[in-house]
């Protein structure tokens, strides 16, 4: 039982350095906010579109397949 004391004090000790103890709210400028996409998350996503393209392909050449016999 002594482990886990010791264990949530060190824990506790770290999420001080980590955590800020007040957090302020403030709201951006809508106007000027914009999401900046990184160079891995557009790749990503042409990926995910290639992948859907090719299974559209597949499933239109299955069915063509499935109608002519």
């Given amino acids: 039982m002594e ?3 010791n264990e949530k004090k060190r ?4 999420l001080l350095s980590l955590v ?3 957090m302020t709210w403030s709201e ?11 160079k891995a998350k ?4 042409q990926r995910q579109e290639q992948k859907w393209t090719l ?3 597949i499933q239109m050449a ?8």
């Fill in 20 to 22: 800020p103890s007040v």
């Fill in 3 to 5: 482990f886990y004391g």
């Fill in 11 to 14: 824990l506790d000790f770290l």
């Fill in 55 to 57: 299974i559209q392909e």
């Fill in 62 to 69: 299955h069915e063509t397949n499935h109608r002519d016999e």
């Fill in 42 to 45: 557009k790749r990503k996503k």
């Fill in 28 to 38: 951006s400028n809508t106007s000027v906010y914009e999401i900046e996409v990184t």
